[in-house]
């Protein structure tokens, strides 16, 4: 019986993220292959700790608590004081971070170990696996983990100093410290692709793959003319709509009054997306035996990573010039950690960093 459970529970998360995949992807696994051929060690360590943390540290207290606890009497509410307690004593805090004591530097370690519930440490256990293994492949694991760590720390420390409010609100999460990961990811394997979960790719992927039967043999140039006149139908209807939702995730509900008042501009950047998207798509070199369905889809890193930091740059702003409160998601976090990927250069392996400054493949 409990074995029916565990796969349930397995299934119920695969068809969730799927479902939460179905505008946005959801990378979960890069297909490149490692120059060194090490096992990823200090990246299953890092996932180990972060899931035992959460499990034996925070979950029983988060949801016992939250099961026990009356909201109109408080009575029962021990377990989720506990929670709470825990979070406010090891979360990162503005007071304890700007009067220099040791403290700061240590909530500053403990809180990138936290997370507040389930889908928190899921998901940046998912986005560590993505971009970790072949970041650890270039540096080593001790390196590796140090870089992780000083990425932690940079993204904690940046968004307690770029905020000025100086909120006592605590900060938990290893999203900073992957958010690292993923800058420097993208400095060093700008090329590479990943494996996500994207329903719309995945559901226009299906006349790609088509189109790739049909033309496949022709050049990659008139590939390319056939994908961006098809793209350009496509990209009338479903590329204005991405296009605005796109608009919508970056920017916040502020743009929606520009996008209704622009329609036309609108369509033209969806006509432009489409034609760009499937272009690209189609002149790749197709893949041999294809399905015409799949349930994943095969994404370019550099796109994603870009758009990543684009959803996080201007709410980051937002918080820098006081106009936003910097609560619920750390945007600010996430980028000051996805900037400390400069110093990634310091981390990577000798032979590989001469590798990559002379052009040649890392």
């Known amino acids: ?45 890092l996932i180990i700790i972060n899931s035992l943390v959460f499990i034996f540290w925070q979950a029983f207290d988060l949801y ?13 509410c021990e377990r989720i004081n506990s929670y709470i307690a825990t979070i406010y004593t090891y979360g990162l805090r503005g007071t304890y971070i700007n009067p220099g004591g040791s403290v700061g530097a240590f909530v500053s370690i403990t809180s990138m170990f936290m997370h507040s519930d389930f889908w928190h440490v899921l998901g940046n256990m998912i986005f560590l696996w993505t971009f970790g293994r072949r970041v650890e492949d270039a540096c080593g694991g001790g390196r590796f983990l140090l870089y992780y760590l000083v990425a932690g720390m940079v993204a904690n420390i940046g968004s307690i100093l770029f905020e000025p409010s100086h909120m006592a609100l605590p900060g938990i999460g290893a999203s900073g410290a992957i958010a690292g990961v993923m800058g420097a990811y993208l400095l060093l394997f700008p090329g590479a692709r990943v494996v996500a979960f994207w329903g719309i790719g995945s559901v226009f992927r299906v006349p790609v793959v088509i189109v790739l039967r049909l033309f496949g043999q022709t050049s990659a140039a008139i590939r390319w003319v056939i994908g961006g006149l098809f793209g350009a139908l496509i990209g009338w209807v479903a590329g204005s709509v991405f296009v605005s939702l796109l608009a919508l995730e970056i920017f916040g509900g502020s743009v929606l009054e520009f996008l209704t008042s622009n329609i036309p501009l609108v369509i033209a950047g969806g006509v432009l997306l489409g034609a760009l998207a ?67 250069f310091f981390y990577v392996r000798k032979d590989l960093l001469t590798r990559y400054f002379a052009g040649r493949a890392v």
């Open 1 to 45: 019986m409990e074995f029916f459970r565990l796969i349930d529970f397995v299934f119920y998360i695969v068809i969730t993220l799927f479902l939460s995949s179905i505008i946005f992807p959801t990378p979960f696994s890069d297909i490149g292959t490692v120059r060194y051929r090490t096992i990823p060690w200090m990246t299953f360590t």
């Open 64 to 76: 016992q608590g939250s099961q026990t606890c009356d909201p109109v009497t408080f009575e029962g």
């Open 278 to 344: 499937f272009g690209f798509a189609l002149g790749q070199e197709p893949e041999k035996d294809a399905p015409i369905w799949r349930w994943t889809v095969r994404i370019p890193a550099g796109l994603f990573l870009i758009f990543f930091v684009a959803r996080e740059f201007v709410p980051s702003i937002n918080v820098i010039q006081g106009t936003q409160e910097l609560v619920g998601v750390n945007n600010l976090a996430h980028l000051a950690g996805f900037l400390a990927a400069i110093a990634i």
